[in-house]
């Protein structure tokens, strides 16, 4: 039997994620379950999001006997499913191991990567990375040093748009274009020069060179480092790795992350005409019902795979023009979001009561209240959190509303910075006019 835990996981960018811990790395993952009020919760790690139509089905069947039916996207692309019981551990196990999805016991909540979505779909010019994600996982999974990273720890893989470089990972790999690409370490980091194949093992060597400077166990993402081991990171990397370190004032390829924005919900054309659909999920919570229509139109009309974003939103690569607009039309009936005119555009908040002990409010169900008349695609963003903690909120602007014991908190957020708050009562009418205005206050 496994035992679940008590502690629970912070997202990649919460407040507590660049500092030092005094207890051990509990993380929830396949192998080790978290004890929230609704149950047992599992956080299954799905590299880049990409998943067969055969594995999505796993995870649906897994989600319908053992919890409570529905599964649950996390802001780095992954699944979670809820409401299991504390004794299942090992049959989910099993499940997803005959799927394919646990490769390695003992780097199962070490697979963190995201990927930018849309790479190899669209007809942008930026190169397909898709090499890098299978090649990186798979140094993960051979590495025995790889296996004490933190189940925090985060690569972003961006094939040059900047979308996932802007998500404040860990090591982050850029394409520059076909041959060349840069290596970020830290978020915001210096960059450094790698050649485009080799740009998967110089991340795992980054990993591993992290956990050597890391002498405290504590230590569990690279914001966390001191100072001086954090600054001699990327020089040591290269002597490792055998790259240069450019001269000082003198930074390669892109400038600092952008904002890191979504892909607009709707089609997509990519090479040859074929089309690739990316559809929001309100609240990141897929039902047994949304879930179907989704690898029921992978396998029916796209190439058998679904790509989960870090926005909480599904990619549906492969499809016919013709066959793009008849499942739209389907994926809209099942209540996924399928272009910028839903009012669940730009709509998140964490899971909030009852699952959470901690939150102070049903904050879904207070977003969902709020959301606005009509929609608006001009609208920032706006994430809902029923704590201080902010599990899962975005990165780039938006506007963080918080439920505090003297009602809620209001503010916009840019990059790291945030504007004075407003903190309104709890009258439902009152706060959905707050955030409605906080919301159209773009400038």
């Known amino acids: 039997m496994l035992a679940a835990m ?101 780097h199962e909540r070490v697979r963190n990567a995201v990927v930018s979505p849309l790479s190899g779909l669209d007809t942008s010019g930026h ?15 051979g590495s025995e040093r790889a296996a004490a990273l933190s189940g925090r720890f985060l690569f972003a893989l961006d094939d040059g748009r900047g979308d996932v470089d802007a998500l404040g990972a860990d090591l982050t790999l850029i394409a520059v274009d076909g041959a060349r690409a ?33 002498a405290d166990p504590g230590v569990w993402r690279i914001s966390a480092l001191p100072d001086a081991a954090r600054a001699a990171l990327p020089a040591e990397v290269a002597r490792r790795a055998g790259l240069v370190v450019p001269p000082v004032g003198e930074p390669p390829g892109p400038p600092p992350p952008r904002p890191a924005r979504a892909p607009a919900p709707g089609a997509v054309t990519g090479p040859g005409g074929a089309v690739a659909l990316h559809l929001g999920v309100p609240m990141g919570r897929l039902t ?19 790509r989960c974003t870090p926005w909480r939103g599904v990619v549906v690569p492969g499809l016919a023009a013709g066959a793009a607009r008849e499942a739209l039309d389907v994926l809209a009936e099942a209540g996924l979001v399928t272009g910028p005119d839903s009012p669940w555009a730009g709509v998140g908040a964490c899971v909030g009561r009852p699952g959470c002990a901690k939150s102070l409010a049903d904050v879904r169900a ?67 006019a707050a955030v409605a205005a906080a919301r159209g206050a773009r400038t």
């Open 127 to 141: 190169p397909d990375i898709r090499s890098w994600l299978t090649g990186l996982d798979a140094l993960l999974c």
């Open 182 to 214: 840069l290596l970020r370490t830290g978020a915001g980091g210096p960059l450094l020069p790698v050649p485009f194949d080799a740009a998967p093992r110089a991340a795992l060597i980054a990993a591993e060179v992290f956990l050597d400077l890391a």
């Open 366 to 432: 207070e977003a969902e209240a709020a959301l606005a008349p009509r929609p608006v695609p001009a609208l920032l963003p706006v994430y809902w959190s029923g704590c201080e903690r902010r599990c899962g909120h975005p990165h780039g602007e938006w506007i963080d509303v918080v439920a505090t014991p003297a009602g809620h908190r209001i503010a916009r957020v840019r990059g790291d910075s945030r504007d004075a708050p407003v903190t309104v009562p709890d009258d439902p009418a009152a706060l959905a």
């Open 288 to 306: 047994g019902a949304r879930w179907r229509a989704l690898v029921e139109t992978a396998e029916r009309l796209g190439s058998g795979e679904l």
């Open 6 to 106: 008590s502690a629970t996981a912070d997202s990649p960018g919460s407040p507590a994620a660049g500092t030092a811990r005094t207890g051990g790395d509990s993380c929830p993952g396949t192998l080790r379950l978290h004890r929230a009020d609704d149950g047992a919760l599992a956080r299954v790690r799905i590299p880049g999001g990409v998943l067969t139509a055969a594995q999505a089905r796993t995870l649906l069947a897994a989600a319908e006997r053992l919890g409570d039916g529905e599964l649950h996207l996390t802001s780095r692309g992954n699944l979670q499913l809820r409401g299991l019981g504390v004794d299942c551990g090992g049959e989910l196990a099993e499940l997803l191991r005959g799927a394919g999805m646990l490769p390695s016991d003992r």
